[in-house]
Nanobody
Framework: HVQLVESGGGSVQAEGSLRLSCVVS????????MGWFRQAIGKEHEHSST?????????????NYAGSVQSRFSIFEDKSENTLYLEISDLKLEDTGTYYC???????????????????WGKGTQVTVS
């Protein structure tokens, strides 16, 4: 069983930067995809399928980014610490929302942003940009 715990959210000023963390426990398998998704503010009670895919990284280090955030978001992992990160620069008001970490076997994910492909989810960390 895989557990994901996000942290690093908070209230930040526009144009600032932030690093989100996701600690992974359990076994994701040798071939996996891990990613960050965002639920916009005001949509917390909507179905999880409305979450926006932001970025993923797979077990071979290949990355995918949503075009809207590619220039400002960076996903990376520290395998020695079982931690996934999302670094966000030049924060914008529209970055406000709840950020979720997700994981799944690589064979089940297609396309990378398809929310329902992901088996494991954290509870999210809130980011508010003002």
């Amino acid at each position: 069983h895989v557990q994901l715990v996000e942290s690093g959210g908070g209230s930040v000023q526009a144009e600032g930067s932030l690093r989100l963390s996701c600690v992974v426990s359990g076994h994701t398998g040798r071939a996996y995809v891990m990613g960050w998704f965002r639920q916009a503010i005001g949509k917390e009670h909507e179905h999880s399928s409305t979450r926006e895919g932001l970025a993923t990284i797979d077990s071979d280090g290949r990355r995918n980014y949503a075009g809207s955030v590619q220039s400002r978001f960076s996903i990376f992992e520290d395998k020695s610490e079982n931690t996934l990160y999302l670094e966000i620069s030049d924060l914008k008001l529209e970055d406000t929302g709840t950020y979720y970490c997700a994981a799944a076997p690589r064979s089940t994910v297609s396309p990378w942003s398809y929310v329902v492909s992901y088996d494991y989810w954290g509870k999210g960390t809130q980011v508010t940009v003002s």
